[in-house]
């Protein structure tokens, strides 16, 4: 090769190489791995699959619903060599699941087809509690309130009682899974006026098929705590329901751009929805439509703590002794007071306050450095989550702000009353 011909060559490599695409320069606007954008069937975040069974492990659950109470943050200091914030105290923001006891109420065997897993048995408990039992009626008030009155009939004869056996056996004998109904207990928590249960079948994994069933048997009708179920450090899933903004444009919807100020008809919208032919609108474009109210599950929640609800020093750690609760001063916003078991979970999760969020085990055996990393939470901030909170608790305010106007008219209004 000539000179002048090799130099043509290099040159035009280099225009290769910094050659780029409209995809790269100008990307699309959202993503079209969640479409259809539609509001969600059920409010309950439904768990679409569960995690792989383990006959050497005891038997467990493996999901459990809870009510989102709001944020806070916390400080810890980091535990993980390699990292430039290793052993320096970082901040961080996390959810509180309040997650009162769920009760056990029903037992489901299904067997495995060539179409995917079928139903075989349903045992339902002998009793029910009126919480769960509104879950099968549209109106509580005027109904009869007879639902399950046969079941649990079942329970009361020999021949019931045979016939219940029975089934049990059959489950034994045919069933691939076992999957237990359980539901929340909405009149422990005081933060939601709803009395209506939410209601979920939840697989036990774990042991035999005879070891599943007797363990579903010998928990009818019991309350299941959160710390059965899930471990601190664990890493979990969350799954749920968005919060939901209605009918909005492309802008808030796809935030594509908006056009120049002088555009005819408005600016807000999308300058070519697509070429003359084909005489169709690809499903790709940007269009107007329903935001948010999304059926969405996020992997990889680290739980930071598990809170006792009857231990009033559930929010203190070893670096900070003062007793407080997790309930934050004046409450959680549009939520109140958490009295319940709550979940602390290391960042955002989906929906507004008061929804229900299912807590699913992952998937996948999490061996990564940040998975593995042990959590020593140095503080958490109980401050007033409405503005800018400066105490931590009513005891801490009371000492520096002193006596209040309100304090003397108290003690003027008892002495008067003497």
């Known amino acids: 090769l000539s000179t002048t011909t090799a130099t043509c060559l290099i040159s035009f490599a280099i225009a290769i190489g910094k050659m780029s695409h409209r995809?790269?320069?100008?990307?699309?606007?959202?993503?079209?791995?969640?479409?259809?954008?539609?509001?969600?069937?059920?409010?309950?975040?439904?768990?679409?699959?569960?995690p792989k069974d383990d006959p050497a492990k005891p038997c467990h659950l493996t999901a459990f619903m809870g009510y989102k109470a709001g944020m806070t943050h916390t400080v810890r200091e980091m535990n993980r060599p390699g990292s430039k914030s290793h052993k320096h105290e970082i901040v961080e923001a996390v959810t509180i699941v309040e997650t009162p006891p769920m009760m056990v109420v029903g037992v489901v065997g299904y067997v495995e087809t060539p179409r995917g897993l079928r139903p075989l048995k349903t045992i339902f408990a002998q009793h029910l509690n009126d919480e769960c039992r509104r879950r099968f009626y549209k109106n509580w008030y005027r109904a009869k309130k007879k639902a399950f009155s046969k079941s649990s009939g079942r329970w009361k004869s020999e021949a019931g009682m045979a016939s219940i056996a029975d089934d049990f056996e059959k489950m034994k004998k045919y069933c691939k899974v076992i999957r237990v109904i359980c539901h929340t207990q909405l009149s422990l928590v005081k933060g939601l006026p709803q009395k209506k249960a939410h209601?979920?079948?939840?697989?036990?994994n774990g042991g035999t098929i005879v070891d599943k069933v007797e363990w579903a048997r010998e928990h009818l009708e019991k309350a299941m705590p959160v710390k059965d179920v899930f471990q601190m450090n664990?890493?979990?899933d969350v799954i749920g329901v968005t919060k939901g903004h209605g009918f909005k444009g492309v802008t808030s919807r796809w935030h594509t751009k908006k056009l120049p100020r002088k555009t005819h008809k408005g600016l807000r919208k999308v300058a070519c929805i697509g070429a003359w032919h084909p005489s169709r609108v690809a499903y790709s474009v940007a269009r107007a439509g329903q935001k948010g109210y999304h059926h969405r599950t996020e992997t990889n929640k680290k739980i930071f703590r598990?809170?006792?609800?009857?231990?009033?020093?559930?929010?203190?750690?070893?670096?900070?002794?003062?007793?407080?609760?997790?309930?934050?001063m004046g409450g959680f916003p549009h939520y109140g007071i958490v009295n319940n078991d709550y979940l602390m979970l290391k960042g955002s999760v989906m929906g507004p306050k008061k929804r229900v969020v299912t807590i699913r085990k992952s998937l996948m055996v999490r061996l990564s450095r940040r998975d593995r990393e042990e959590i020593n939470l140095k503080f958490i901030d109980t401050s007033s989550k409405f503005g800018h909170g400066r105490f931590q608790t009513d005891q801490e305010k009371k000492q520096f702000?002193?006596?209040?106007?309100?304090?003397?008219?108290k003690e003027r209004a008892a002495a008067a009353a003497e």
Not at 307 to 318: C, E, L, R
């Open 306 to 328: 598990i809170g006792d609800g009857k231990d009033k020093k559930n929010a203190s750690t070893d670096h900070d002794r003062t007793e407080k609760r997790i309930t934050p």
């Open 199 to 204: 209601l979920m079948e939840i697989q036990v």
């Open 401 to 409: 702000m002193g006596k209040l106007k309100k304090d003397f008219e």
């Open 23 to 50: 995809k790269f320069s100008a990307p699309r606007h959202g993503s079209l791995g969640f479409l259809p954008r539609k509001r969600a069937k059920r409010h309950r975040g439904k768990t679409k699959t569960f």
């Open 234 to 236: 664990e890493i979990v």
